[in-house]
């Protein structure tokens, strides 16, 4: 295994009592391989099932934090709607108090102008009545 440090089979644990120069063949040290190698195999699939946890772990971690800020994200935006709702209230409030000043003046307006053509559809009437009856007493001298 390239990088792994690999010096060769000198540096193999070697089973008790025999010479670390002498290679290792026999039956019986190569069934203490295999089991050395089992053991190794063993000992990964657990490093790989713990750092398998420590990733589910960490992404678990990343989803809470995630929930989080969005459940801080919606207050933010909750208060943000309130506040432009209440705007939005006030605006309209405004507009209503504007309208009903408007007519309110509009109707102030119309009554005197109202009243103004009435007084002068009078007059007028006053003054043609009263040119018909100079005119009938021109017309009937008594």
Known sequence: M???GWAGPS????PPGRAQARLMTTPQ?????QAQIDDLRAQ???LRKQLARAQLDQWQARVENLEVQMHLEAK???DKAFALMDQLRAKWADARRQFEDSISTASSVADTVRTG???ACD????ALVESKDKLAAKNNPA
């Open 2 to 4: 390239a990088g792994h």
């Open 29 to 33: 040290d190569i069934t203490a391989l």
């Open 123 to 126: 007059d007028l009437r006053q």
């Open 11 to 14: 540096s193999l644990a070697l």
């Open 76 to 78: 933010q935006a909750t």
């Open 44 to 46: 990964q699939v657990d």
């Open 117 to 119: 053509l009435e007084k």
